[in-house]
């Protein structure tokens, strides 16, 4: 008998086949001349990646430079696809392991087995889940470069591959014509979108994500979890979904009080919907007669007072008892929706007043299957319904509000002026400040009139705090319970919103003070993080305050690892969060508070990226405490969610990882003398670092000219700006292009400038050993190096001919191609291997299919970036400088 294919065979295997099919559509839509002139740029860029040779390297050049502008964006148009495709065959490696049981070790399953072995009762879990929450919160990016649309069609061709991989035989022929006829389509959709992304579009494709997969997934997660605690009953409701999207504010003007609204009414729209056509189903199934069935007297309750009175469903009782759910929840969704359901209901009902209420009815029909009928109820629709209210509720997502603390304080400043209380608010100290502010959180008073005029600022963010006000009222406080501040230095920027909010009364003094949201402060730099215990301290200390923590219990704190960061390199931004966390754990938890981290993460490792499982398990003990939330970014979201059996594997993963941290033995992370080392590599890598990037002289010219940042800025990517100012400098530049730019020109800098030189003459063999024995070392030079791995020197050295001072060019350059070598070769030496990724031969196999793809997008993104900056205006131009971004960001996949 033959062996099985390898997953190594079955992916190249797929890859050939979604080749021959593109091919076959170049060649029908465009001719056997543009398809050989595609394939002999394709042959010629997989030839100069292999060897490098220089030779190979001008004749690639010479192709790229023959194209018109209408055949380089075909090929470009091409190579996008093709690289879509590959992730399609990359996925379904993912699909395959599904269906043979998946990762049992990353599984809900897997987790709650581990914790039995170690000593745990299914009690002890559903004890500590009651106290937990896992948030995976979708953001909007302002590097993103995909079409829903596009998205969307790559979905249905990942469908039909799935069909075509379970099919045999004579089975699989009507589906591969199905699977040419979708390629076909996805080949002649526009890639990219004509105008900018505005927020109602940004609301959109988040809306499409929650569709496509959490509404349908999360309950499924429910119901795993649920077996693998033995069925004795639903665990508590602790995975949720959450979103910046329509509610963040820095530095995007677009985000409005109207776009927040929007945002609850497009996620509203969907959830209610879905509840209706679930009632409806289940309407049409519980058919059940009281000739053979009893029920209990709360379920004959709700079928009699369910206002169903048709002769034909008097001995249903279920069906009534629905009849009438179905009709408050219609009657309620104009409110909830802004328009009436799609399918009203005939009897006349009063509207439900909350989600809760809803539950509250449909646990009634279940209980009392459950009680005549055992367990046969117990899983299933109405179970997944049950859950889905429980965990949605009628807004679907909790949306959070950010802003960015000297918005606060300028607004803050304005109100007290034209208030009479103070004259000059930006003229006091820290602790007049204070002292202010404290006094205004112990008065009812309200600082803002209607008489008084004001700034459009100020009157904007007051609409949008009104907004927040109007939205929590109406769907309940789960819809908006957090508000994030960027910037935070001080514990007056907290007070601040605090006071911002008791004008809507979103906060009200007392004793003791209530308020529905909690102010999340977002420690960013390493000076922030440094600082975060004493602010946090100071906020815990905050009199008018404690009545409001003390009633919530947890307090939450947002973690930046982007601008960390860029502040001051990567091996230095994950070891001051580490401490920093550590720390503030100490301080909260002394106050008697529970703690709540906020992970801002990315999709590259520049900005948190890497795996979600060992990242959360290498976060420092007792910090994680069954409560996490979790940015998820870009192309992040469509990688990971776009899928619905992939996305819920995402989701069991990321619980999975939360109960092991949390519950599970763990090697004590107080490694000492690991600690004591990072602690000097943290500040050599900062040093060499910020020797690059701030004190070299003309380095910001630098990377504006060697990577496509100016293009981002320009080009119709994401509906926030790329900085949060005018100005240029590196410091007021938003992290996410930052990143996404340097990933583009193929250097990946944020992942791991400056530990090469951070290593230099130290035992790299007791590095070795400390990775073997420290989960958070070794997690991060896992991260290090699959970033590394992306990088190409080879590709980078050309984009740096884009700058035009040749003696800047090689002083940087000759400086990143140094310090790549340095941290290369310690790399190898450290994981005890002669390459980068031979630990992780999957990997470097996946990476590896796509170079040359990648490589050949990159050198025609430098010629059309030349063209572009040599003053050629040419819409073409710009086209297809925004193409190559797409096809090199799917090809990368966690590039932003």
């Known amino acids: 008998m033959a062996n099985a294919p390898t997953p190594a065979m079955l992916l190249r295997s797929d890859v050939r086949l979604f080749g021959d099919i593109l091919g076959r559509v170049l060649r029908t839509e465009e001719g056997e001349a543009v398809f050989q002139a595609i394939e002999q740029i394709r042959q010629a860029s997989v030839a100069y990646h292999r060897d490098g040779a220089p030779a190979r390297g001008a004749r690639l050049d010479e192709l790229l430079r023959g194209l018109s502008l209408p055949d380089a964006l075909r090929f470009a148009h091409s190579f996008v696809c093709f690289s879509q495709l590959i992730n399609i065959a990359e996925d379904q490696e993912d699909r395959r392991r599904l269906r043979a049981g998946g990762r049992i070790d990353r599984s809900l399953a897997g987790a709650v087995a581990r914790l039995k072995e170690e000593g745990l009762s299914a009690a002890d879990i559903e004890d500590q889940l009651r106290r937990s929450l896992v948030m995976p919160v979708i953001t909007a990016h302002p590097s993103e470069v995909r079409r829903k649309s596009v998205i969307d069609r790559v979905s249905r061709i990942a469908e039909t591959f799935d069909a075509h991989d379970r099919a045999t035989g004579a089975a699989r022929a009507p589906i591969e014509a199905e699977l040419a006829r979708q390629i076909l389509i996805l080949w002649a959709t526009r890639q990219l979108r004509p105008t900018s992304l505005g927020v109602a579009d940004e609301i959109e494709n988040a809306v499409s994500f929650f569709q496509r997969t959490f509404v349908g997934e999360l309950p499924r997660v429910y119901a795993d979890l649920d077996a693998a605690l033995g069925g004795g009953g639903p665990t508590p409701s602790f995975l949720r979904i959450g979103s910046w999207v329509g509610g963040d504010r820095d530095g995007n003007p677009n985000v409005t009080a109207e776009t927040l609204r929007l945002a609850f009414l497009t996620q509203a729209r969907l959830i209610v919907s879905h509840y209706l056509e679930e009632i409806h189903a289940l309407g049409a199934a519980l058919a059940l007669s009281t000739q053979h069935v009893e029920v209990t ?32 929840l219609a009657a309620a969704a104009p409110a909830l929706t802004g328009a009436a359901p799609a399918r009203p209901s005939s009897i006349a009902a009063a509207p439900y007043a909350s989600a809760e209420a809803l539950k509250a009815d449909l646990s009634i029909i279940q209980s009392s299957l459950l009680a005549y009928h055992g367990e046969t109820f117990r899983a299933g629709r109405l179970a997944d319904l049950i859950r889905a209210v429980d965990c949605f509720g009628f807004h679907l997502a909790t949306v959070d509000m950010r802003q960015n603390s000297d918005v606060h304080e300028r607004i803050v400043a304005e109100l007290l002026k034209a208030a009479g209380a103070c004259p000059d608010y930006l003229a006091l100290d820290e602790a007049g400040r204070l002292a202010l502010l404290e006094g205004e959180l112990g008065t009812i008073r309200p600082l803002s009139s209607p008489l008084a005029n004001y700034s459009d600022e100020t009157l904007s963010e007051l609409a949008v705090l009104r907004a927040a006000a109007e939205v929590s009222a109406r769907y309940g406080p789960k819809a908006v319970d957090t508000y994030v501040i960027s910037k935070t230095t001080a514990v007056s920027d907290l007070l601040e919103v605090y006071v911002l909010l008791k004008e809507v009364g979103l906060y009200a003094p007392g004793d003791p003070s209530r308020s529905p949201i909690i102010v999340a402060p977002l420690f960013e730099t390493i000076a922030d993080l440094e600082a975060a215990p004493d602010t946090m301290r100071g906020l815990i200390a905050c009199e008018p305050l404690k009545g409001h923590l003390n009633a919530r219990g947890v307090q939450e704190i947002m973690i930046g690892y982007s601008d960390s960061n860029k502040d001051g390199s990567y091996l230095t931004s994950i070891w001051s969060l580490h401490e920093a966390q550590r720390e503030l754990k100490a301080v909260v938890e002394g106050a008697g508070l529970g703690l709540q981290f906020f992970h801002g993460r990315g999709g590259a490792v520049g900005r948190g990226g890497g795996s979600s499982f060992e990242a959360i398990l290498a976060q420092p003990q007792g910090t994680v405490a069954g409560r996490i939330r979790i940015t998820e970014q870009g192309e992040v979201v469509a990688n990971k969610y776009a899928d619905p059996a992939i996305g819920r594997e995402n989701l069991e993963t990321m619980t999975a990882a939360t109960l092991l941290a949390t519950l599970g033995r763990r090697n004590s992370d107080e490694h000492a ?33 060697a990577t496509p940042i100016g293009e981002i800025s320009s080009l119709n990517i994401g509906s926030r700006p790329a900085s949060r100012t005018r100005s240029t400098r590196i410091e007021d530049l938003r992290a996410i292009p930052w990143v996404f730019s340097w990933s583009q020109a193929r250097v990946m800098l944020p992942g791991w400038f400056g530990f090469g030189s951070a290593v230099a003459g130290r035992d790299l063999e007791a590095l070795a050993d400390l990775a073997d024995e420290w989960p958070f070392f070794a997690s991060a030079l896992d991260n290090m190096e699959m970033v590394m791995a992306k990088a190409d020197m080879r590709v980078a050295r050309r984009y740096a001919a884009l700058v035009a001072d040749g003696a800047l060019r090689r002083t940087v350059f000759q400086a990143i191609e140094a310090e790549f070598e340095r941290t290369s070769e310690a790399l190898n030496a450290i994981r005890r291997q002669t390459g980068l990724l031979d630990r992780n031969p999957d990997l470097a196999a996946h990476i590896r299919y796509r170079r040359p793809y990648i490589e050949a997008l990159n050198h025609l993104q430098i010629e059309l970036i030349a063209r572009h900056r040599e003053g050629d205006d040419d819409p073409q131009v710009r086209e297809g400088v925004l193409l190559t971004m797409n096809g090199i960001a799917t090809g990368l996949r966690n590039s932003g």
Not at 314 to 323: F, H, I, K, T, V
């Open 673 to 705: 003398a690991g600690a004591a080392v990072m602690a000097e590599l943290s500040a050599a890598s900062m040093r060499a670092y910020r020797a690059l990037v701030y004190d070299t002289a003309g380095f910001a010219q630098f990377f504006r000219e």
């Open 297 to 328: 007297p709360e379920l004959a309750d709700l079928a009699d007072r369910s206002g169903d009175d048709a002769p034909q469903r008097q001995d249903e009782p279920y069906r009534r008892a629905l009849s009438g759910v179905y009709a408050q």
